[in-house]
């Protein structure tokens, strides 16, 4: 079955950086996009950007544009966000997620468990 | 960037009543790419419709969703106990795709 396992949660202080990582199993790993969203407490969803299944293509949202990373490993079929930088707003749950559709264009199938990220001095 | 404002915030409803649920894009989406989703707490979102009207796979029929304009409909027919979540629609003809603000559908 397909799944999405991520990384357990962390504690950063301001102005440090966090890579979380995604591992995908039970599916072509290079069939589908992977997206990464976050939920800060209380709040609703908020997209940060994808890689396409080659990673030849990643894509940010504005507002994080040039803090956040994305990234995969191919033979390992693991994803990872890396966040610089960090702010108290950041602090949020942060999930990986699987594109329905084999385009940039696409909703949700599969979710990661969400890995909590706390920053606080 | 496209806003979508979901309404109401939060639904009070009983078992077996029928709940509607608004979400108005600020502008037109190409291909009518909305989606819905389903967030028990604690939980993942769960997708639940996708193009606006399409059922996901194993998503009970009672959901449905439907689109006139900017403004998308979702429709729980008869409410469950495990139907009382959050819900959020979500755009994907931009990338990235944005989200609504929610709506808590409560007993």
């Known amino acids: 079955q397909v799944q999405l396992v991520q990384s357990g949660a962390e504690v950063r202080k301001p102005g440090a950086s966090v890579k979380i990582s995604c591992k995908t199993s039970?599916?072509?790993?290079?069939?589908?996009?992977i997206h990464w969203v976050r939920q800060a407490p209380g709040q609703g969803l908020e997209s940060l950007g994808m890689?396409?299944?080659?990673?030849?293509?990643?894509s940010y949202s504005h507002k994080l544009q040039g803090r956040v990373t994305i990234t995969q490993d191919t033979s390992t079929t693991t994803v990872f966000l890396e966040v610089s930088g960090l702010r108290s707003e950041d602090t949020a749950l942060y999930y990986c997620?699987?594109?329905?559709?084999?385009?940039?264009?696409?909703?949700?199938?599969?979710w990661g468990q969400g890995t909590l990220v706390t920053v606080s001095s | 960037e496209i806003v979508l404002t979901q309404s109401p915030a939060t639904l009070s409803l009983s078992p077996g009543e029928r709940a509607t649920l608004s979400c108005r894009a600020s502008q037109s989406l190409s291909s009518s790419r909305l989606a819905w989703y389903q967030q028990q707490r604690g939980q993942a979102p769960r997708l639940l419709i996708y193009?606006?009207?399409t059922r996901a796979t194993g998503i009970p029929d009672r959901f449905s969703g439907s689109e006139s304009g900017t403004d998308f409909t979702l429709t729980i027919t008869r409410l469950e106990p495990e139907d009382f979540a959050v819900y959020h629609c979500?755009?994907?003809?931009?990338?990235?795709?944005?989200f609504g603000q929610g709506t808590r559908v409560e007993v």
């Open positions: 039970g599916y072509a790993f290079t069939n589908y996009f």
């Open positions: 193009y606006a009207s």
């Open positions: 890689i396409s299944p080659d990673g030849g293509s990643v």
């Open positions: 997620t699987r594109g329905l559709i084999n385009s940039y264009l696409s909703p949700f199938d599969y």
């Open positions: 979500h755009q994907y003809a931009t990338s990235p795709g944005t």
